[in-house]
């Protein structure tokens, strides 16, 4: 799986992308650092196992790192693109506070070219607590959608843009936005038409 050769991304979107890789990466490996300091701050010498306090620093620091600027979207995800040929809208169980919760959940079918079409679920409530991937319904069958390792979501490629009533979801927050809009109303980011 990988994104299709005849993708091409905006050149400045593509700037600004492996800017935010770049520094998310370069602050995941500070938080590392700041751990593999702390280790050798801590005299783990008298506990009965001294390396696992300091395995126990370290994996402290790239679980911290992975909440904070989401290195495992970087590290363990891939990029990939393909077109949607389904979109389902349907109530999901959900895990929430150690409860159990019913979601409204929108998926995604993406035919990537691989052997099994690839699943991709959407959930952002508004205030009212509708999922606004329903309501907005910005995704549409027949789509070319790209996801690019280290974000969220997937965007629309190659959408006509003459209709206003044209949605574009923010790769790096899902907002949905205008077709009006250069950049996300939200998170300021530059987005891909
Ligand atoms: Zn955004």
């Given at each position: 799986?990988?994104?299709?050769?005849?993708?091409?991304?905006?050149q400045?979107?593509?700037?600004q992308y492996?800017?935010?890789?770049?520094?998310r990466?370069?602050?995941?490996?500070?938080?590392l650092c700041t751990?593999?300091?702390?280790?050798?701050?801590?005299d783990?010498?008298?506990?009965r196992?001294?390396?696992?306090g300091?395995?126990?620093?370290?994996?402290?620091?790239f679980?911290?790192?992975?909440?904070?600027?989401?290195?495992?979207?970087?590290?363990?995800?891939?990029?990939w693109?393909?077109?949607?040929?389904?979109?389902?809208?349907?109530?999901?169980?959900r895990?929430?506070n150690?409860g159990?919760?019913k979601?409204?959940?929108?998926?995604l079918?993406?035919?990537?070219?691989?052997?099994?079409?690839?699943?991709?679920?959407l959930?952002?409530?508004?205030?009212n607590g509708?999922n606004?991937y329903y309501?907005?319904a910005?995704?549409?069958?027949?789509?070319?959608v790209?996801f690019?390792?280290?974000m969220?979501?997937?965007?629309?490629?190659g959408v006509?843009?003459e209709?206003?009533?044209?949605?574009?979801?923010?790769p790096?927050?899902?907002?949905?936005?205008k077709a009006?809009?250069?950049t996300?109303?939200k998170?300021?980011?530059?987005?891909?038409?």
């Amino acid at each position: 799986m990988a994104i299709d050769k005849s993708i091409k991304l905006p050149q400045k979107f593509l700037d600004q992308y492996r800017k935010n890789i770049g520094s998310r990466i370069s602050a995941g490996i500070t938080l590392l650092c700041t751990a593999g300091i702390l280790c050798a701050a801590i005299d783990f010498s008298e506990s009965r196992y001294p390396v696992m306090g300091i395995v126990m620093v370290m994996a402290c620091g790239f679980v911290l790192a992975c909440l904070i600027v989401g290195i495992h979207r970087i590290l363990f995800r891939t990029s990939w693109s393909g077109t949607i040929t389904d979109i389902d809208a349907d109530y999901h169980i959900r895990t929430k506070n150690r409860g159990l919760s019913k979601k409204f959940i929108v998926t995604l079918t993406i035919d990537c070219g691989g052997k099994e079409p690839k699943k991709f679920e959407l959930l952002h409530e508004d205030r009212n607590g509708e999922n606004k991937y329903y309501t907005e319904a910005p995704y549409k069958v027949g789509d070319t959608v790209v996801f690019l390792r280290g974000m969220k979501y997937p965007m629309r490629y190659g959408v006509a843009t003459e209709d206003m009533l044209t949605l574009f979801i923010c790769p790096y927050c899902g907002d949905i936005n205008k077709a009006e809009r250069d950049t996300c109303y939200k998170c300021g980011k530059y987005l891909v038409k």
